[in-house]
């Protein structure tokens, strides 16, 4: 089946520092890929996504390229700010069965940003 | 416009009871998903309507677990005997027919069962 799989972290930053997230899955065909944040006492937003290989999806100034031939999606960002901090989630939605585009979640990464 | 809500926000219930949780998806948004968030598990999906019909229950994790949508709106996930176990938040998501990738996710209904 399918699954994610991304750093768990925590990671915690300094404001300007440059932010990786590791994300590899592992599906069939070719999902579609997203990275998904949860800010404190919020609900999960869709930060970016990407439908097709060598696709970059980004967002806010983050990025995430869609590698095919080494399956991941890894996040990353040039300046992190503490307004970054957050949870984020790596995602996949493989449609099946018509318009079911139910997603499949990595674990989550608490980033921590400090002034 | 109104995003997705979800009630109660927060649910405490004894062991063995019955809980029901709702959900407004987005007006004129046709996919709806009712999502679990809990520590050892994660994010986990339960079920997938389209519409009025659900089908994709794959994720429900017992019979004690059910869900309906009517008028293709209003969603409630109802547990039977809770247990302990079922102690998570629970996330609806709602999705609009021209823009499949995009699921917009209420703020949850966190349950703790005592």
């Known amino acids: 089946g399918n699954s994610v799989t991304q750093m768990e972290g925590p990671v915690t930053l300094s404001e300007e520092a440059f932010l990786t997230i590791n994300c590899t899955y592992t599906?069939?065909?070719?999902?579609?890929l997203f990275w998904y944040v949860q800010y404190p006492g919020e609900g999960l937003q869709l930060l970016l996504k990407?439908?097709?290989?060598?696709d970059k999806g980004s967002n806010k100034g983050f990025e995430a390229t869609y590698r095919k031939e080494t399956t991941s999606f890894h996040l990353e960002k040039g300046s992190v700010q503490v307004s970054d901090s957050a949870v984020y989630f790596c995602?996949?939605?493989?449609?099946?069965?018509?318009?079911?585009?139910?997603?499949?979640f990595g674990k989550g990464t608490l980033l921590t940003v400090n002034p | 416009g109104a995003g997705v809500s979800q009630s109660p926000s927060n649910k405490v219930t004894e062991k063995g009871k019955d809980v029901e949780l709702r959900c407004d998806p987005i007006?004129?948004?046709?996919?709806l998903y009712w999502y679990r968030q809990s520590l050892g598990q994660g994010l986990e999906f339960l079920i997938y309507?389209?519409?009025?019909?659900?089908?994709?229950k794959s994720g429900l994790p017992s019979d004690r677990f059910s869900a309906e949508r009517t008028g293709g709106s209003v969603s409630t996930l109802t547990i039977q005997r809770t247990q302990q176990e079922d102690s998570a938040v629970y996330l609806c998501?709602?999705?609009?027919?021209?823009?499949?990738?995009?699921?917009?996710f209420g703020p949850g209904t966190r349950l703790t069962v005592t």
């Open positions: 998501a709602s999705s609009p027919r021209q823009e499949i990738y995009e699921q917009y």
């Open positions: 599906a069939t065909g070719y999902p579609s």
């Open positions: 990407a439908t097709k290989a060598d």
């Open positions: 995602a996949l939605s493989h449609g099946s069965g018509g318009s079911n585009y139910k997603l499949t």
């Open positions: 007006s004129g948004h046709t996919a």
């Open positions: 309507f389209q519409g009025n019909s659900a089908p994709d």
